[in-house]
């Protein structure tokens, strides 16, 4: 029914540093269809943001293929063509450094549309009323800098500014995360409403779980440059599959006795997320995880396996069935 | 959970600042008790941590400025203490830990170097050097760190986010203290790490028989660590009860409104937020200050602020709604 808007296949990013290379993003591959919203979840440093800025093309790849469209992007920005900028754009995690403080918001929403073209000086000037209008904000905030408005209206402005070009994918890389719960409850019900009106697609990059229970079509986790498990959101909180997946979910904070129950059987967290620089040999995970299927862990990359119709894992206790079995629900 | 530990009392904070004077805190009344968990909830900007500056005198002022109220520990009377009574207060008897351990630990000094003086100047008892090491390294051991000896040599930018928070936990409970206040010390945390950090705050407050202000923004962290929870909204306490009541049967519209805004991982979507947005402290809105963003507001709230209504022993709000209509 929907066609695919966005292929990654393959993806590699890596940053060389003094200090070795940075693998941030280790053979990524996945697609975003019309209208979706999939969910990238992962903690700080398992390469998710990295993933929303290559695709965005704020870097290059390294290696693997990017396509938009059917149509290969993967190249760098500067050799983009604009009017796929204009298909795909950003809104940031903190809207205090993404806003130049020193425009007044009309220049910062009018400024996208002067790059693409889009209209006269008059019209530019309506477009900003409307947009302003669509995120619910008074037109003569128009005349105010950024500094003068509260940290949700900021995000609220931020995400105007990526509406003005009539984008077909934006990247929300923890749009509401420095937000608090009663704004953070507006902005993400007002991009919902805008997904339904205009059929966005959203590359939805957070670390809150929950929040994806609530908003995501598909869920993708990331650990240490690696996707290790996507599924349908349903599937993904009703059965999810593996132990990093699990260790995530079970340490969230709910407040209440029904979520408890959502929750796998307590597997304790332990250990820290190593180093991209340092990447452990074979599964990324096997550093922290309780069920460890043995040797070969340490030493070969588990193969993305498709365990359930979209259930994708990346895991040695899979599909084999073994009788590891104490780490499920029951 | 019978004798009063500390208790606040009408506490009023003010800062000055050049367009005026900012009533950041507006009359806080809070309790805790011995061996008692106490969790602060409330959105950013509230005056969660203010006030408990206040409890440590850390307040900077100028510009804040304690206009009215008391703080009791163990009955005395904090804000007027002296400067070498307090020393002897902030460590053994009440210590903090701070939100950002990055930003709490010096990044020029090692860690033993820091945490040997926090236990030579804090402690009750003056401790030889060789006792001041061995308990340094005893509660790093404490804290589950790996290889303390080492850690006990390291500068803070050696560690991770999740150790350095770990140190600062260490730290704060080095010197025994009675009450510990921790201000968000998970906020900066990825959520695997904030449930060891929580699960190991948890045990090691059981195990001392520590008191705990829990201060935080998040209703399922506060779910976790706290037997007794206060919510404030715009420098008041609005509403406070013990947690599973106040989980099962929340009373304060703002609190409803919070709870409702957090999606849930049941799913079902997210329910709208609360219309508007904090108050400015410059002119803050008369009566009940939640009032301007109310749905269910009438007309004496914005008249006068409502008083602590006492609905059962487990329960306090203030609202309107729940009695104390002073009709002439």
Redesign the interface.
């Known amino acids: 029914m929907s066609s695919k808007l966005l292929g990654v296949d393959k993806l590699q990013k890596f940053f060389i540093t003094s200090q070795g290379t940075v693998r941030a993003v280790d053979q990524v591959s996945f697609s975003i269809m019309e209208g979706e919203t999939l969910g990238l979840v992962g ?2 440093g398992s390469g998710k943001s990295t993933v929303a800025y290559t695709v965005v093309g704020l870097h290059s790849p390294t290696s693997g293929k990017i396509t938009f469209e059917d149509r290969d992007i993967s190249k760098s920005v500067s050799k983009r063509p604009k009017e796929l900028k204009k298909s795909i754009q950003i809104v940031f995690q903190d809207p205090g450094t993404s806003l130049n403080s020193r425009r007044t918001i009309q220049q910062i929403l009018e400024l996208p549309l002067k790059v693409h073209h889009l209209g006269n000086s008059r019209d530019r000037k309506e477009r900003v009323v409307e947009l302003l209008e669509r995120v619910e904000l008074p037109a003569d905030y128009m005349y105010k800098s950024p500094h003068s408005l ?4 900021r995000q609220m402005v931020a995400i105007a500014r990526a509406l003005a070009t009539g984008p077909k994918l934006i990247i929300l890389d923890e749009p509401t995360s420095a937000l ?7 902005i ?2 007002m991009l919902i409403k805008f997904q339904e009106e205009m059929n966005l697609s959203y590359l939805f990059i957070t ?5 994806m ?3 995501a079509t598909r869920v993708a986790i990331m650990y240490l440059g690696k996707i290790c498990e996507v599924a349908e ?2 599937e993904f ?1 009703a059965s999810p599959i593996h132990p990093y997946t699990k ?10 006795e ?2 408890e129950a ?2 796998p059987a307590k597997i ?3 250990g ?2 190593p180093s991209p620089v340092n990447v452990p040999p074979g599964c990324g995970f096997h550093t922290r995880c309780t069920v460890v299927a043995g040797g070969i862990c340490s030493q070969e990359i588990p193969e993305m396996l498709e365990v359930e119709p979209g259930h994708f894992v990346r895991c040695h206790l899979y599909p084999s069935p073994l009788p590891v079995d104490s780490i499920a629900k029951e | 959970m019978t004798e009063t530990l500390l208790s606040i009392e009408n506490l009023h904070v003010q800062f000055k600042i050049y367009e005026g004077r900012l009533s950041v805190l507006n009359g806080i009344q809070m309790t805790v008790h011995t061996g008692e968990r106490v969790g602060l909830v409330g ?2 900007g509230c005056g969660k941590t203010t006030s408990m500056k206040c409890v440590l005198k850390i307040l900077p002022s100028p510009p804040g400025e304690i206009t009215a109220g008391k703080i009791l520990f163990h009955g005395r009377d904090i804000l007027t203490m002296g400067t070498r009574e307090m020393q002897h207060i902030r460590g053994s008897g009440i210590s903090m830990i701070f939100q950002d351990p990055t930003a709490a630990l010096n990044p020029v000094f090692t860690i033993g170097d820091q945490l040997t003086s926090v236990i030579k100047y804090g402690s009750r008892e003056s401790l030889s050097k060789k006792e001041i090491y061995a308990r340094a390294v005893g509660v790093l051991r404490e804290v589950q760190l790996p290889d303390p000896e080492r850690i006990f040599n390291n500068y803070p930018i050696q560690l ?1 986010g ?2 350095r928070q770990r140190v600062s936990v260490a730290m704060a409970l080095a010197t025994e203290p009675e009450l510990l206040i921790a201000d968000e010390p998970t906020t900066s945390l ?7 950090v ?2 190991l705050l948890n045990g090691l407050v059981e195990q001392h028989e520590t008191s705990v202000i829990f201060i935080t ?5 506060v ?2 660590m706290a037997d007794w929870v206060y919510v404030m909204y715009a420098g008041n306490i609005i509403e406070g009860a013990r947690k599973e009541e106040l ?1 099962a049967n929340p009373l304060h519209p703002y609190t409803h ?19 508007g ?2 108050p400015e402290y410059i002119n803050p809105p008369s009566g009940c200050r939640f009032h301007p963003r109310c749905p269910q507001a009438m007309k004496q709230c914005s008249e006068s602020l409502p008083p602590v209504i006492h609905t059962s022993d487990d329960h306090d709000v203030a609202c309107f709604q729940y009695g104390g209509e002073d009709y002439e």
Not at chain 2, 190 to 196: A, E, H, L, N, S
Not at chain 2, 263 to 271: M, N, S, V
């Open positions: 903690e700080s509260g940290g949700g209206e608090d719960v009663s704004i953070q409850a507006k993400i019900n670390h809150d779980l929950s929040l229970r609530n908003v959101t349903s909180f260790m995530l979910l079970s340490s969230i904070p709910v407040v209440s029904e979520e959502m929750k304790t967290s332990e820290e997320i | 959105e950013a991770s999740g150790m990825d959520v695997t790490i904030q449930d060891q929580l699960r923004h998040s209703l399922g962290v779910r976790e989980f409104g919070l709870m409702n805004a957090l999606p849930k991982l049941t799913g079902g979507g997210i329910a709208e937020g609360i219309p947005r904090i």
